[in-house]
């Protein structure tokens, strides 16, 4: 299993702060964010290795970042910055990679 820390930043157009307010309520984000940044890291680290993480960090985090643009535009939120921090591997990976 990968353990990993994303930072999200967000913005909103304020023309349609009305519209988010209504649908999602004052909390849009703490209501919408966690959901929908963890199915989508979730299915995009399910597509590569432990190896093809640690060296391909950067087009993880632009699939990622793309894929998260994409749903969250359905909640009209758009992504300022996102960020990859804290590859954490099962203590068994870890072991494995040390050994070789």
Known sequence: MVYVK???NI???PHRLPEIYRSLGMDYDGRVLPSVGN??????IARYS???LINERDQVSAKVRDLLRERLSDFNI???E???S???FETEFSKAVEDK
Request: aromatic content about 0%; overall charge positive; proline content about 0%.
């Open 6 to 8: 994303m930072r999200v």
């Open 11 to 13: 913005k909103t157009n």
């Open 39 to 44: 199915e989508v890291l979730k299915s995009v």
């Open 50 to 52: 432990a190896t093809q």
């Open 78 to 80: 758009e992504i300022g």
């Open 82 to 84: 996102l960020a990859m």
């Open 86 to 88: 804290e590859l954490k």
